[in-house]
């Protein structure tokens, strides 16, 4: 893994780090509620206090599903809790959300404490050389350096130590940040059951959105051939007629009807080449989805920056698709966000091609009103991807999208 790639997935997973000690947080909450109502309980009055103590645990458990599933796989709600006073606590799922509540509370709240002091640490111990004059000797040393700072050399050994912070930060964070969310990718899915139902659901749909996004294609080829080529091909035909014709009488203007013939005919091709471009572009095939990104890129109508990171390739129906999507969000760029720049970044994530196109333009992009975001969706969909827009009133628009391609 490339330095800069090693340094954007620490990133994140300080982010996810950050999200998850805010859930913690929550948790803890949650869980002296419940164990008040718990020791109420032990009075009677705490019986009727039940419902509501679960569902400010089912409101924490899933404000932590919302957080995963914006970091990774969707993790499914289960069925609401059971309506009745004590109902709630012969669920399985509320058994499993307050096993969470537990886990969450302690080894969530440590592990994102930890995750937060590693960069903190590095950044006090990386700058200890420019303020470790103004602290006053009484004060003695930073955190966790043992020995005295009296001299250069000791503070530049300090800056050393946020050296090695920094290191642990760069390989600890991402691994913390799956520890983190480990318990709760476990514990607060819903059960297999209603897993089953939703997935089925969800590929009926996507099904119907390829069946859909197919027909739409075969139709634009369709009218491509009929109004194009076959038009020219049609054209070539009558010219040869009428160039066989004229060869018994007049030779000279037969030369002229070829010449028109031999013009149509590389029309003809000309269109064929178009149409074939647009089910499967030549470029993927001679310079990659990376190359063929580059091209897009450079013949945008907004200035593009484009960052890749593909250690290999991917299906050509899925680089096809990223190609498709690209070339859309592109074209949506120019010709309704007013945007000054645009940028395409494309990298691999285990066994998912992450895409994702940001614009500064004025932003307000809606489905509901076309621009091609229906269509790109579909396509996303088809390949069982997930696709999300965030673009507010005045911008940004980020467009992220997330294709299978196997690992």
Known sequence: MTPPARVRRAIDGLGRLVGGLGTAV???????????VALLCLTGVGLLLVPGALRAVRTVADRERGRLTRWGPEVIPPDPIPSGRLAGLRDPAVHRELGWLVVHATVGLVVGLFGLAVPLYAVQDLTFPLWWQLIPPEEGSPTLIFWAIRTWPDALAVALVGVAWLLVGLVALPWLARLQAWPGRRLLKASADVDLSLRVAQLTATRAAALDAHAVELRRIERSL???????????????GAARRQLARDPSAADEILARAQDATEQALADLRSVARGILPPVLADRGLAGAIAGLAGASGVPCAVDVQMPGRCAASVEATAYFVVAEALTNVAKHSGASSAKVAARREGDRLVLRIDDDGHGGADES???GLVGIRRRVEAHDGRLSLTSPAGGPTTMRVELPCGS
């Open 26 to 36: 929550l948790a803890i909450c949650a869980l002296v509620w419940v164990v008040i």
């Open 369 to 371: 009103r076309g621009s």
């Open 226 to 240: 009929h109004d194009g080529t076959q038009n020219r091909l049609v054209a070539v035909n009558v010219l040869l």
